[in-house]
């Protein structure tokens, strides 16, 4: 029963407006919810229909913090990014009841996110609570680790910046130690517990799934800020 649930979520999913695709990871095309083949590479303001900047919110899940910024600016467009089809189905279906046309959905693998975007399209980069993947062996599976630090370099504006909220305080140290000890980064801000700061930025005070129950326990958020 739940295989089902899951299956009728992926085709939901798949045919909504605003969600885009890539089956296979051998070959970098994207698929539009009427199953056309698309490339936005450099395009992505021909789909919005605005020179708006371009943010985007890595291993997005339910994609809480694309939608939560999208409603605190609406000036800017988001795009929520992960391989989970029946995670992003819960965030989409929030989207079209909220009626907010600047937030996007791309399913496809973050290894892959340079074939999907161009040089200086993107303003700013999210990276919300992903897996820490705390195993040595999987290090450079770590979302901010220096081969996806040059895919997010190849993509970004000159200014533009990488946002890592979590809770983990493994994955905060190695991403701290890393960027410090790359002269090629810039480490704009590292900041172990936001929320023991009299004011906290409104951005940082969206809240996902993940967050509040960290926040229950008692563990504390880490915001680390990053460029090129």
């Given at each position: 029963m739940a295989k089902k649930g899951k299956l009728q979520k992926f085709a939901e999913f798949s045919q909504i407006p605003f969600v885009f695709e890539n089956f296979d990871p051998k070959n970098p095309a994207l698929t539009n919810n009427e199953g056309d083949v698309v490339n936005y590479q450099n395009r992505w303001s021909d789909y919005f229909k605005n020179d708006h900047p371009i943010v985007l919110e890595l291993a997005c899940g339910k994609a809480?913090?694309?939608?939560?910024?999208?409603?605190?600016?609406?000036?800017?467009n988001f795009i929520a990014i992960d391989i989970k089809g029946w995670r992003m189905w819960k965030g989409a279906k929030k989207v079209l009841a909220l009626e907010l046309n600047n937030v996007a959905f791309l399913r496809t693998r973050i290894e892959q996110l340079e074939l999907f975007f161009g040089e200086n399209e993107i303003s700013e980069i999210w990276i919300t609570f992903p897996d820490p993947f705390l195993r040595k062996s999987k290090v450079n599976r770590r979302l901010t680790a220096p081969n996806f630090r040059e895919k997010y370099r190849k993509i970004l504006q000159a200014d533009g910046t990488v946002n890592l909220k979590t809770d983990s305080e493994e994955l905060y140290q190695f991403s701290l130690q890393s960027i410090e000890g790359d002269d090629s980064v810039n480490l704009?801000?590292?900041?172990?517990?936001?929320?023991?700061?009299?004011?906290?930025?409104?951005?940082?005070?969206?809240?996902?799934?993940?967050e509040k129950m960290h926040l229950e326990n008692a563990l504390s958020i880490k915001h680390l800020v990053f460029g090129f």
């Open positions: 809480e913090y694309a939608i939560g910024m999208a409603q605190l600016y609406p000036d800017k704009l801000k590292a900041d172990s517990d936001i929320y023991s700061r009299d004011e906290v930025p409104e951005i940082l005070q969206i809240k996902t799934y993940y």
